[in-house]
C-alpha cells in the first residue's frame, strides 16, 4: 500500500512559480513510478509530468514542457514539481500518483493517488 500526500500549492499571479511536493508513505519509494495529473473543474484527468524510479528519466506533456520540472528524492520518499511561467490555464486540483511498472500518460495506469492540491493561477 502506498499513501501519498501532496502539498505547496495555493494560489499565484500569472508569470509566478510555485512548487509541488508529494511525499510517499512507503518502504521501497524508488520501485514507484512518479507522476502528476491535474483536474480543472468541468474537465478530464491530464498527464502533467512523469519520472522513472531513478530519476534519469522524465516525461511531459505539450502543455507544460519547459515550463514546469518533475524531480524526486529517494532518500526522502518525495516527488517534487517546479512549475514556473504559470498561466491561469493551469489553474486545477494537481494529483500525486504512483505506479509500479512504467512511464505513461493515462490516468488510468496508476494505481495508487493523492488527495490533491488546489493550484489557482489569476491574471
Known amino acids: 500500500q502506498v499513501q501519498l500526500v501532496e502539498s505547496g500549492g495555493g494560489l499565484v499571479q500569472a508569470g509566478g512559480s510555485l512548487r509541488l511536493s508529494c511525499a510517499a508513505s512507503v518502504r521501497t519509494f524508488g520501485a514507484y513510478v512518479m507522476a502528476w495529473f491535474r483536474q480543472a473543474p468541468g474537465k478530464e484527468r491530464e498527464f502533467v509530468a512523469a519520472i522513472n524510479r531513478s530519476g534519469g528519466s522524465t516525461s511531459y506533456s505539450d502543455s507544460v514542457k519547459g515550463r514546469f520540472t518533475i524531480s524526486r528524492d529517494n532518500a526522502k520518499n518525495t516527488v517534487y514539481l517546479q512549475m514556473n511561467s504559470l498561466k491561469p490555464e493551469d489553474t486545477a486540483v494537481y494529483y500525486c500518483?504512483?505506479?509500479?511498472?512504467?512511464?505513461?500518460?493515462?490516468?488510468?495506469?496508476?494505481?495508487?493517488w493523492g488527495q490533491g492540491t488546489q493550484v489557482t493561477v489569476s491574471s
Open positions: 500518483a504512483a505506479d509500479n511498472s512504467v512511464i505513461r500518460s493515462s490516468a488510468g495506469s496508476y494505481a495508487y
